[in-house]
């Protein structure tokens, strides 16, 4: 299958720094990617919808200022936690795309980030 | 307002046994299904997908049974294994579905126990 890669896979940092997470598609160019977020024993919430060359697209109640969405190719998409804190600690997950006609997802491994 | 729904937390089977893992979707604009294991820790996996235009698709062990009329979908897993153990989430798409184009609708997931 298609390979993602996510780096970092975890990370701590203190309240009121900024992270920055990468997302690439290995063997294959993706799209779009896709940024979702994981709480404990909760579902995949998508956050936002990147495509190559263009503006993320935000979910509803996903403050775009906050999490900065870049995707300059098409093998990387980056999301940028601003000004973290506490709450923002989770497991964040990105996912790839061949093509619009082309449905199947495919995620990375995720990156677990704690805001102290 | 979930419009896809795992209403199993968990599951239990007995190695070598038939593991069952149901779905129920409520928008009838989902014409795209798939299926993702997840371990903890690590980004989902894509296992099986079907379209709305078949009922059923098989790939080795892992088997997905669609029925439109009921908006249920079902996977089935035989001979289950113990390293089949993991959390299995449901997910739907669609292009119409009223929401982010391409985008997935993932269920809350089942954790499925494999018993030796």
């Known amino acids: 299958g298609a390979v993602v890669s996510q780096h970092p896979s975890r990370v701590i940092c203190k309240s009121g720094t900024s992270v920055k997470i990468e997302c690439r598609s290995l063997d294959f160019q993706a799209t779009t990617m896709f940024w979702y977020r994981q709480f404990p024993k909760q579902s995949l919430m998508l956050m936002a919808t990147?495509?190559?060359?263009?503006?993320?697209?935000?979910e509803q109640g996903v403050e775009k200022d906050k999490f900065l969405i870049n995707h300059a190719s098409l093998t990387l998409s980056t999301l940028t936690v601003t000004s973290a804190h506490p709450e923002d600690s989770s497991f964040y997950i990105c996912?790839?795309?061949?093509?619009?006609?082309?449905?199947?997802?495919?995620f990375g491994p995720g990156t677990r980030l704690l805001v102290l | 307002d979930q419009q896809v729904k795992q209403n199993s937390p968990s599951l239990s089977v007995q190695e070598g046994r038939i593991s069952i893992l149901n779905c129920d979707y409520t928008?009838?604009?989902?014409?795209?299904f798939l299926w993702y294991k997840k371990y903890p820790a690590e980004g989902p996996t894509f296992l099986i997908s079907?379209?709305?235009?078949?009922d059923k698709n098989e790939d080795g062990r892992f088997t997905v049974f669609l029925n439109k009329s009921a908006k249920h979908l079902s996977l089935h897993i035989v001979p289950s294994q113990p390293g089949d153990s993991a959390v299995y989430f449901c997910?739907?798409?669609?292009?119409?579905?009223?929401?982010?184009?391409?985008?997935?609708?993932f269920g809350k997931g089942t954790k499925l126990s494999v018993k030796p």
């Open positions: 928008n009838s604009m989902f014409d795209y």
């Open positions: 997910a739907a798409s669609g292009l119409n579905y009223g929401g982010s184009q391409g985008n997935l609708i």
């Open positions: 079907i379209s709305s235009i078949k």
């Open positions: 996912s790839a795309r061949f093509s619009v006609s082309q449905e199947t997802q495919y």
């Open positions: 990147s495509n190559e060359g263009s503006k993320a697209t935000y």
